[in-house]
Nanobody, 125 residues
Framework: VQLQAYGGGLVQAGGSLRLSCETSGRDFIGYSRGWFRQAPGKEREFVAAIRWRDGRRFYADSAKGRFTISRDNAKTTVYLQMNTLKPQDTAVYYC???????????????????WGQGTLVTVSS
C-alpha cells in the first residue's frame, strides 16, 4: 500500500470530519495530490486537489466553502477538512497522487497514477 486514506466515519448532517492521506513505501515528493469520492451507484467524482509545485488548491463546486485540502510541511500527508457535511456527501473517499505539477486536468481520475483504498464517510440526516 502506498497511499492510505483515514478518518472516515459516521457523522450527523452539519458535522465535520478530517480525512488524512498518508504515504508508505514512498514519499510522493513532486506529486500533486487529490481527493475523489464515489457514492453507491455513481461514478467517481473529483472533490479537491493540491498542486505540488505551488500548493495551489482546486475544488469541486460541491466542496467550495465547506472543504479544505491541505498538506503537512513535508508535503507527504494530505488532509481534507470537511465542514457542514450533508447527506449527499456520503461516499467512499479516495486520495490519489498525480505526477503532474504544472497545468493538468486535476478533476480527471485518469491524471492520477496512484490511489489509496478509500475511507467511508456516512452523513446522516
Amino acid at each position: 500500500v502506498q497511499l492510505q486514506a483515514y478518518g472516515g466515519g459516521l457523522v450527523q448532517a452539519g458535522g465535520s470530519l478530517r480525512l488524512s492521506c498518508e504515504t508508505s513505501g514512498r514519499d510522493f515528493i513532486g506529486y500533486s495530490r487529490g481527493w475523489f469520492r464515489q457514492a453507491p451507484g455513481k461514478e467517481r467524482e473529483f472533490v479537491a486537489a493540491i498542486r505540488w509545485r505551488d500548493g495551489r488548491r482546486f475544488y469541486a463546486d460541491s466542496a467550495k466553502g465547506r472543504f479544505t485540502i491541505s498538506r503537512d510541511n513535508a508535503k507527504t500527508t494530505v488532509y481534507l477538512q470537511m465542514n457542514t457535511l450533508k447527506p449527499q456527501d456520503t461516499a467512499v473517499y479516495y486520495c490519489a497522487a498525480s505526477p503532474y505539477n504544472e497545468v493538468y486536468d486535476y478533476w480527471k481520475p485518469g491524471e492520477y497514477d496512484y490511489w489509496g483504498q478509500g475511507t467511508l464517510v456516512t452523513v446522516s440526516s
